[in-house]
């Protein structure tokens, strides 16, 4: 079972930033898709984007031109930079991990206006 640990959450004004990463265990981290979803109280939870094993990138139209999903398989680490936060991504963040079908706990961000 992959175990995967998100960091980097917290309270942000809009227009702020924030970068979000998620640790992977294992050794199929390469190998692997891996995605940043959220999820709002009572909603879905929603793809924000994505990131191929061959660095192929995938956006929610939400989010484009504003986030930006990146690996680093030495660290076996992906991360998401969100730049002009706006109040609606307030939303808990969740890492997944497309190979082992796993999910990290977590982590919250919430946009103040």
């Known amino acids: 079972q992959v175990q995967l640990v998100e960091s980097g959450g917290g309270l942000v004004q809009a227009g702020g930033s924030l970068r979000l990463s998620c640790a992977a265990s294992?050794?199929?981290?390469?190998?692997?898709?891996m995605g940043w979803y959220r999820q709002t109280p009572g909603n879905e939870r929603e793809m924000v984007a994505t990131i191929s094993s061959g660095d192929n990138t995938y956006y929610a139209d939400s989010v484009k031109g504003r986030f930006t999903i990146s690996r680093d398989n030495a660290k076996n680490t992906v991360y998401l930079q969100m730049n002009s936060l706006k109040p609606e991504d307030t939303a808990v963040y969740y890492c997944?991990?497309?190979?082992?079908?796993?999910w990290g706990r977590g982590t919250q961000v919430t946009v103040s206006s």
């Open positions: 997944r991990h497309y190979r082992g079908n796993s």
């Open positions: 294992g050794n199929s981290f390469s190998t692997t898709t």
